[in-house]
């Protein structure tokens, strides 16, 4: 699942919460080795007792393990009965987890503001709906379960009946000896009481595969007609022409613009115009927009994505820190010229956070400041990016002093090519930039 997801293109994963991913990674995962596997091996032992008590009818006489053959079948189709509402209480189940970790994490994640605004108390009101749906989901499968094994225990017993009838029959067609009624009676019910275990087993390791198969189901994608050519080259330029991009309620126009290789552009406008927009486009995270982007000559969508994402590089307003150290955040455990990694550390003023070079920096940045790990985001970029380095509102977090410090290094290294989209253009930097785009709705 996980090698499946690591597959999928940005729009392909962003289709879903991440909650959802959790929730296939955690409760759907507990609930196919709870009720899938635990059964699958419950069933071999099942099927093991009852193939053993078989040989024993068997021995008695073969027309009474024909009879019990023929009865165990006609129970087989018992839970036929029950199939679509099982799987249907199943998937409901598994959607009331997604729904359960997707609620949890949006009132834990805002706990910080709810305290400060006095409002911890809408935490129990918020989580309180979704753990109801969960109990009533659970108590709604426990009790299709619940009808399905009383009918198949029943039929059970009607069946062992039927045998010791049979078993009658045949002693008093002088075929067995009167004894054979105790044995029987011993034998059949372990024979039906096994088969009705097996039957139970099998059913819900059935049901619980159907959650397996939904997941596949959901990471099925057509593969991306437009075939990648693999040769990346971005010597010249960078030209957007006509270029628009349909969101369902909007459409947003991108207004023509060129980037020449290693100078800098800043991008402006107003919230909403479309600058994130774009850099989405660019980064081909948002691959159906009218128009033409042409790299050197070639069609952006015709640039192998990987090279893509090796030579250029993104920095948004919200720096992602993992828990892991700073180097490892920066390098994202790749090998890296140490001389390299010294300097972007040097020229993002990184040496301050480096604490102790094994000291993980906590989870989302915990351990840090907001300012620094903005620092680390742009440091992250600068040591993944050879040609273009997209900035937006990427310097938003920090003092004034440094955000002009940090954003004169990054504007000053000569071969780079640099986008930045700001809402304060910090006018002592104006030189830098070859062109300014101002972007409007
Ligand atoms: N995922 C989305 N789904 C639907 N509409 C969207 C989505 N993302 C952006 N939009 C809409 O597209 C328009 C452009 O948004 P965009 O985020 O590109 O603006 P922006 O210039 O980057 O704004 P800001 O400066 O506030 O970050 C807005 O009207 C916005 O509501």
Redesign the pocket.
Known sequence: MIERIEQLSYEQFHERNTNEYSSWLTNDINLIEEQGFANFYRAISSATLLLLSAIAIFKFHWLLLAVSLVLSVLMMLIPKLFKQALEGNTARMSKSFEKYTATIDEWFKGFDTLYHYNHTQLLSQKLAGVIIGVKEEKQRLKKTQGMMYTAIRSSSVIAQYAIILVTGLMILAKKLSAGTIFAIGDLTGNFFGNTSFFIDEVTNFISALKISDKIDEALIYDEVTIKANQDYSFTRKITVTDVSYQ????T?KIPDMVFEKGKKYAIV?K???????FLNILMKNYRDFTGVIQVDNQSLQRIDDDELKYHWAYVSQKATIFDLSLVANLTLEEDVDDDRLTKVMRDMILNEVSFDKQQALGVQGANISGGQAQRVELGRALLHTQDLLIIDEGTSGLDPKTAQLIEETILAEPDLTVIFVT?HLNSSLSHYFERIYS?SK
């Open positions: 969101f369902p309620e909007v947003v406008g919230s909403g115009s479309g600058k994130s927009t809402h972007f």
